[in-house]
């Protein structure tokens, strides 16, 4: 019997088999069902139970920093006034998101609490971002993980420490494969962001024009820096706008910054003379705390006239007309030292904690104060139940 998701006032129940399928069905039970839906519905808002019809096709819609977004169309059923039923397209990545927005978070009795690590893998497999991702979880689907914490039961102290240690060090490797990083290309002006990212992307994306204030929106699109997906991000260029341009200029460089708070990784492009394109210029607080920050020379854009040993030493130089090749090799390798990631991030039948409740795990078994504490966490990860 499956243990039902829960938030305040709510249960959220499948009713259909879990995996892929033509359509899901989610009973939502409680005082606050249907006020749960209308924040996904905005056409249920301001209805009471009593006035909805009982079968209501709607639109389902998440709220984002850029607006609204579709998520699904659905029915909903009303089976009675706090019981309704919510079916909508089978997508296991898609059924999750719904589930979260419902209220169903990480500190809840989720169901994947109860799965095991296989299990947990096979499902992540489902939506692995790259191929590296996949063949990663795949083993731990067959059991990879399992073997080594098994064998943690008995180990020495030291041997268990060193396993731990290189555990933890594959769990943050496994992060980035399937929690997909964000990578923000940043700068001033004619900096050559757009040609970077249509490079790294593999097709004209965005328009490219020598044109000042071209890109005036942040555009994001999935990519591939080596064995690693990125969610890369091309932004509106820094400049002071004036005229009528100047209200829709500064929307897009307050997207971008927007952008660069969330990101894993910065890329700054800088025209080769350095000048008004060094880094430093940017305001300090606008620097997100988090984000790595690779500085990039775009030494193919002539039109800066910069010679021979202007290029500031601090920048890696970069020639995405003549090289593109090599500035695909450069972007990788600066991408990978970033955040600190292997070349090849997958070896065969190697373990890896790969969700927040495998990585979790390790660090308490970590910080275990004793042998009966540890056996404790370990017995209870082997079983996947968190209590």
Not at 209 to 222: C, I, L, M, N, Y
Not at 336 to 348: G, H, S, Y
Not at 359 to 369: F, M, N, P, S, V
Request: contains cysteine; charged residues 25%; proline residues 5%.
């Amino acid at each position: 019997m499956r243990v039902p998701l829960t938030s305040a006032n709510l249960r959220i129940r499948e009713l259909t088999p879990r995996g892929r399928g033509g359509v899901t069905v989610l009973e939502l039970r409680g005082e606050s069902a249907l006020e749960k839906l209308a924040s996904l519905a905005p056409s249920l808002l301001g209805k009471s139970p009593k006035a909805l019809q009982k079968t209501v096709l709607v639109r389902l819609r998440e709220t984002t920093r850029g607006g609204d977004e579709d998520l699904d169309e659905a029915l909903i059923w009303k089976r009675s006034d706090d019981c309704f039923e919510l079916h909508l397209h089978g997508s296991p990545v898609l059924v999750r998101r719904v589930c979260e927005l419902l209220g169903a978070s990480a500190d809840s009795p989720c169901e994947d609490r109860l799965l095991s690590i296989e299990q947990r893998a096979a499902r992540a497999l489902e939506s692995a971002p790259s191929d590296a991702a996949a063949r990663l979880l795949l083993d731990q689907s067959r059991g990879a993980l399992r073997v080594v914490l098994e064998e943690l039961a008995t180990c020495g102290e030291a041997e268990r420490s060193k396993r731990l240690a290189s555990l933890a060090g594959a769990g943050r490797i496994a992060r980035f494969l399937i929690d997909v990083p964000r990578v923000v290309l940043a700068g001033p002006v004619n900096a050559g962001k757009s040609t970077l990212f249509n490079l790294l992307v593999g097709h004209e994306r965005v328009v490219v024009s020598g044109e000042e204030g071209t890109t005036r929106d942040a555009v994001r699109t999935r990519a591939r820096l080596g064995a690693y997906a990125v969610d890369l991000v091309d932004t509106a260029g820094a400049r002071d706008a004036s005229g009528r341009a100047e209200s829709v200029e500064r929307e897009g460089q307050a997207q971008g910054l927007g952008e660069a708070a969330l990101a894993d990784v910065i890329f700054w492009l800088s025209p080769t003379g350095g000048g008004e394109a060094s880094l430093e210029n940017l305001p300090g607080e606008n620097l997100p705390g988090r984000a790595a920050i690779v500085r990039f020379a775009t030494k193919s854009d002539t039109a800066f006239g910069a010679g021979p040993g202007d290029t500031d030493p601090g920048l890696q130089a970069i020639s995405t007309h003549e090289d593109p090749v090599g500035t695909r090799e450069i972007v990788e390798s600066a991408f990978r030292a970033a955040l600190e990631l292997p070349e090849a991030p997958w070896l065969a039948g190697s373990p890896a904690p790969f969700d927040e409740l495998g990585c979790r795990g390790i660090a308490d078994l970590q910080a275990a104060a004793d042998e009966p504490t540890f056996q404790k966490i370990l017995s209870r990860l082997l079983a996947a139940q968190q209590k």
